[in-house]
Structures are given as C-alpha cells and as structure tokens.
C-alpha cells in the first residue's frame, strides 16, 4: 500500500451560513511509516459526524472546550473506531479492534501514541455483538450525553406523573434520552421529529408514548393534546421555534436539559443563542431550570 487520504478544511460556510461541499477537500498523500516506539499505526473504520461539528468551522465556537477547524488543516471529529495495522506499543497488537472518544482524524490511516487525557481504547468486540459502531453512539460520547442529562439535569422521580419531550428524538442522542427517561420513571415520552417513518421508530420501536412529526403536524396543538397535563421534562436537542413552543407548555418548577441547538447552527449568533423575551419571561414566571 502507497498511499493514504484525509478530508481537510477549505473554507467557511459564506454569508447564508449554509454549510457546502466546497468548504471541504479530499487529498491524497503518502501512507505512513512504520510506528516509532510507542506509536501504534490505525485504519480508520467508522467516523462520527456529529452536528455539533458544524460550530468547528465557524471562526469562534462559541464554547471554550471544542476548538475551530484550521482552514487548510486536516479535519479531525470527536469519536472514531478503527483497527491497528502496526504497534510498537506494548499494549496493543495488530488487529485489535480501538476507539477514541475526541480527537479522531478523518484521515485513512494515521498514527498516535497513547495519550492520558484522550486515550486509546481497546474495544472487547465479543461485547458488542458485531457491532462496531456502538462505541460511537451507546456506549460512547452520545449516550454519556444523553445519560448526564436525564439523570443529572432532567428531575426525574418516579411515581411523579411526569411528562417528557424530546426534539431531534429519532437523532442518536435523544432516541437514547426518551429510554432513559422511561426507564427513570417518566409517566409519558412524547417525541418531536422529521418524518412519519421516524415517529414509527420511536412509537413502535423506542417505546414512545407518542411522536410529532413538526414538518406536517401543529406542533402546539399536538403538545397540548398529548400532554394535557403540561410539560416537566424537556430533553432539548433543536433549539428554535420548536423549543420556544416547548417552552411555552411547561410546568412550574419544570426542567429543561439543554444538548443541542441545531436550528440555529448556521446563524451568526452565540452559544448558547439568545431567546426571545416572551420565552425568557416564562422561564421565570413558571420557575423553569435550564
């Protein structure tokens, strides 16, 4: 084998924000070397593409622990699996199955050292049942997210009678957050999505009470019919107008857990976005904790 590929950053989404293919580029390049002592060289076998990723190529990510991509520089994600080729690590063997939680290139083949603060893991594959993409959803980043949320911000109790809603709710994250909020105690999961096939998935599959496909349904009308009671849990993962009418059912004392704004991605705005005064007043009159 000669060669080796990488994805890089050409440039920044113009003036409407909207990200393209031409902001992004596909070079070729020599394969690597033989590791040196304590490297381990990797081919990449899956990537996560996150959406958060689309605050890496503004100039300013808005938050101090995600940096932006270099224009010109090699892309790199948060997750990755891949499979050692060469070691000279005592600690891994060719054909080990690997993964890492932040810092994962999207390049072919690439090589690293063993690294304290974002470490290389071996994956024990009889664990996942074949499926090498779990560390990258479930088991990685993606569930650790979603569980922090439910458990630690969400003001779960069973026996409560609580409701909760999830946008982006087909998405890996908030598929994950409606489970554990059922399995937390939630009375009702109600779930806000893009599609009828997506509110099949999450009523038959996930184990949703419900599920509001916001391209063909009223999503205000829908949480008031499916909610009667009002809101006390809502798992954000859109931000926008769909949160605004959230927003705009909860209870007193009620919890918002704030994941992801990817409705506002694309504008010129700070992380977190602004809200509007409306939504801002009813957080405080109803005591909402966000």
């Excluded at 000279?88 to 063997?93: I, Y």
């Excluded at 024990?124 to 650790?144: H, Y």
């Excluded at 957050?177 to 099949?200: M, N, P, T």
């Excluded at 496909?213 to 009223?218: A, D, I, Q, S, V």
Aim: proline share 6%; charged share 20%; net charge negative.
């Amino acid at each position: 084998m000669s060669t080796n590929a990488h994805v890089i950053f050409l440039k920044r989404p113009g003036a409407e924000g909207i990200p393209a293919d031409d902001n992004f580029g596909f070079e070729k390049f020599p394969y690597p070397a033989s590791p040196d002592t304590g490297e381990v060289l990797i081919k990449t076998l899956y990537l996560s593409v996150d959406p958060a990723l689309r605050c890496r190529m503004n100039e300013d990510t808005g938050v101090h622990y995600v940096t932006p991509w270099e224009i010109g520089k090699e892309v790199d994600g948060f997750m990755g699996v891949g499979q050692v080729v060469q070691s000279a690590d005592p600690g891994f063997s060719p054909g080990d199955i690997v993964e890492s939680q932040a810092g994962w290139p999207w390049v072919a083949f690439f090589k690293r050292k063993q690294e304290e603060q974002n470490p290389l893991r071996k994956v024990d594959t009889a664990l996942l049942g074949g499926n090498l993409t779990l560390p990258l959803t479930v088991l990685g980043l993606i569930g650790l997210t979603a569980y922090l949320g439910i458990k630690e911000k969400g003001g779960i109790s069973a026996g409560q009678n609580q409701t909760l809603v999830v946008s982006g709710a087909a998405g890996a994250c908030g598929s994950i957050a409606g489970q554990l909020g059922r399995l937390e105690g939630c009375a009702r999961v109600v779930g806000i999505c893009g599609s009828k096939e997506k509110c099949l998935f999450l009523t038959e599959e996930l184990g949703f009470d419900a599920a509001i496909n916001y391209k063909t349904e009223n999503v205000k009308e829908r949480l008031a019919t499916l909610c009667p009671e009002g809101v006390d849990v809502y798992f954000d993962n859109v931000g926008g107008e769909i949160s605004d009418t959230v927003i705009s059912q909860m209870n007193k004392n009620s919890n918002v857990i704030l994941c992801g704004q990817i409705a506002v991605y694309n504008k010129d705005l700070p992380y977190p976005p602004p809200i509007p005064e409306r939504i801002e007043n009813r957080i405080k009159e109803m005591s909402i904790n966000r």
